[in-house]
């Protein structure tokens, strides 16, 4: 059975940062890219950063420069530091794990909120 566990979300003052996590089992993690995703009331989800098997990333514009993935492969987890967090930023955020060929898996999401 696949599972995603999303951890780290919480209210932040604007400026402030939080560290999310995500911890995979049931799956050959090193295999997997892994990515987060968010999804903001009344809008679509969203790519916010990816990272792939190889340790390639990519990012959304709006979050270049103040968020950063990362992952560990010895502890099956990959993680989602913010920095510099804004208002817009406020979303329920998602972990995914795919490969190039089979189905995509998603946490259950963890809300970040950030005041001004």
């Known amino acids: 059975q696949v599972q995603l566990v999303e951890s780290g979300g919480g209210l932040v003052q604007a400026g402030g940062s939080l560290r999310l996590s995500c911890e995979a089992s049931g799956i050959i993690f090193t295999f997997n890219n892994m990515g987060w995703y968010r999804q903001a009331p009344g809008k679509e989800r969203e790519l916010v950063a990816s990272?792939?098997?190889?340790?390639?990333?990519n990012y959304a514009d709006s979050v270049k420069d103040r968020f950063t993935i990362s992952r560990d492969n010895a502890k099956s987890t990959v993680y989602l530091q913010m920095n510099s967090l804004k208002p817009e930023d406020t979303a329920v955020y998602y972990c995914?794990?795919?490969?190039?060929?089979?189905?995509?898996?998603w946490g259950q999401g963890t809300q970040v909120t950030v005041s001004s």
């Open positions: 995914n794990a795919h490969r190039r060929i089979g189905p995509n898996y």
């Open positions: 990272i792939t098997s190889a340790g390639t990333t």
